[in-house]
């Protein structure tokens, strides 16, 4: 068997991970690097991301399917450490079969092993976070919590689960017993075990053909020397144990999760390619120590328009603030980045000024690396550095020459800030609009095909 002969890699793994608190832009990076890839997997999450990729004058709005789906050609997994909600999984499939895409269980495998979500983890989101009131998550209500809570617990009911009949139905029972009486606690509506097992069932026989083990496929595929893009959804302050906890999602979002989110080893890993935007934003709750407030909040205002920045999940306006290059040498630290692509560098076009925060100071001290406690998270001082902005347009701008001196002096700033190259910069919502940096790490993943070493 050539996966136990050989587990050192000899194709192309790469991951991409948001270095913020998500909306990076990792949609269109992973598009644009899809077309070098033969593979592209997810690995956590589930319809709570919402990836925007835009090709010529269509759009795609993805939650559950990577962006490879785009690309002909090209095989999408959903791996182990996703969370699927079948009902999304369909609306998502249905609306990209009319728009031209093929979403068919020859280019899409969803792992055996994935947990599913079901309507009584929605409504356990809800109940979880009316309890909490003030110091509620923000979640996205998509019922990721909770079906993340059931796998760890131990309860969680997989996709190959949901197959055998009298499993799924005796697993319902069980787990409804449990969540009506929490949901009926906090007046929520009982909901029925006869009505979910209906619906649960006709959805997971649909889902039945997608259903894989994509962690054989994919290091199968990799010891052939097949190319596998890793595309993670939320982000590092986000991870559920490096992020801002407790307000973070719940699953591993860090380069680790891409591991343990497929069931590739961890030598099969080539690269990891961090996204940062050019400035930070947050939806939901949680601490923002970088936030445009007060003397700030029409700056903010200025950056969520022109930035455009309005979830795509959910379309809460997301806050916005300067770039946090303490917090992004952390992530860089977790992550390992061997290169950074920089998105939304035309949103700051118009600034006189921008400002980058490269320290944080608690209590008159300056902090050795970031606090754990969010309580401290909401207290922290900013140091910013202020550099001039560039005045002009850089819109759609391709080669990083031709973009204006004070423009390509933030760029090396937030690079020396970060301690990473920046091996792409995005200069607009379109493939096109990309600069790329070919003498980078990130360059040759692009020039070569497959074969690394
Ligand atoms: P959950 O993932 O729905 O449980 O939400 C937990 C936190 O993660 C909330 O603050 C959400 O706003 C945030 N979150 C979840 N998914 C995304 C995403 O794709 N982009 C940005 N924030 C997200």
């Not at 997989?158 to 697993?171: G, I, P, Q």
């Not at 001082?381 to 902005?389: D, F, K, R, W």
């Amino acid at each position: 068997n050539p996966v136990w002969r050989s587990v050192k890699s000899v194709s192309k793994v790469i991951a991409v991970i948001g270095a913020q608190w998500g909306d990076e832009g990792k949609g269109k990076i992973v598009d644009l690097l899809a077309e070098r890839f033969e593979i592209v997997a997810r690995y956590q999450g589930g319809h709570n991301a919402g990836h925007s990729v835009q090709v010529g004058d269509q759009s795609f709005v993805l939650h559950l399917l990577p962006s490879g789906i785009v690309h002909r050609g090209k095989t999408c997994v959903l791996g182990n450490g996703m969370v699927i909600d079948p009902k999304a999984f369909f609306v998502e499939a249905d609306r990209l079969t009319q728009q031209g895409i093929e979403v068919s269980p020859e280019r899409v495998k969803i792992s055996s092993r994935a947990h599913l979500i079901f309507p009584y983890h929605r409504a356990l989101d809800h109940t979880s976070e009316e309890r909490l009131g003030n110091e509620k998550v923000g979640t996205t209500l998509r019922g990721i919590g909770p079906a993340y809570e059931d796998k760890a617990g131990r309860r969680g009911i997989r996709t190959a689960d949901a197959l055998v009949s009298d499993v799924l139905r005796s697993r319902i029972e069980r787990n409804l017993e449990d969540a009506n009486r929490i949901i009926e606690a906090y007046g929520g509506e009982r909901l029925d075990a006869d009505e979910i097992f209906k619906e649960m069932s006709v959805l997971t026989e649909r889902l039945g053909p997608f259903i894989a083990d994509t962690t054989h496929y994919l290091n199968v595929a990799a010891t052939e020397g097949r190319s596998i893009l890793l595309e993670g959804a939320q982000a590092t302050l986000l991870d559920v144990d490096h992020g801002t906890y407790p307000f973070v999602t719940s699953s591993t979002t860090v380069a680790g999760g891409a591991i343990i989110g497929t069931g590739l080893a961890p030598n099969r890993l080539t690269g990891v390619l961090g996204i940062v935007r050019t400035y930070t934003t947050r939806v939901g709750e949680g601490p923002f120590p970088t936030e445009m407030l007060e003397g700030e909040a029409e700056l903010g205002q200025m950056i969520r328009e022109r930035g455009r920045e309005y979830g795509a999940s959910t379309g809460r306006p997301r806050r916005c603030g300067w770039f946090d290059a303490f917090a992004t040498r952390y992530a860089a630290e977790i992550n390992g980045f061997s290169s950074v692509a920089l998105t939304k560098l035309d949103v700051l076009d118009t600034l006189d000024e921008i400002k980058v925060c490269i320290g944080y100071k608690l209590d008159g001290k300056m902090c050795e690396s970031l606090p754990a406690v969010s309580q401290d998270l909401r207290r922290i001082e900013p140091v910013y550095a202020t550099l001039p902005g560039w005045k002009s347009s850089t819109l759609g701008t391709t080669e990083i020459n031709s973009l204006p001196a004070n423009a390509r002096r933030y760029i090396e700033f937030l690079s020396q800030q970060i301690g990473t190259e920046i091996g792409l910069v995005s200069t607009g919502p379109e493939r096109m609009q990309t600069i790329i940096v070919q003498d980078s790490a990130l360059g040759s993943w692009l020039r070569d095909s497959s074969v690394l070493i």
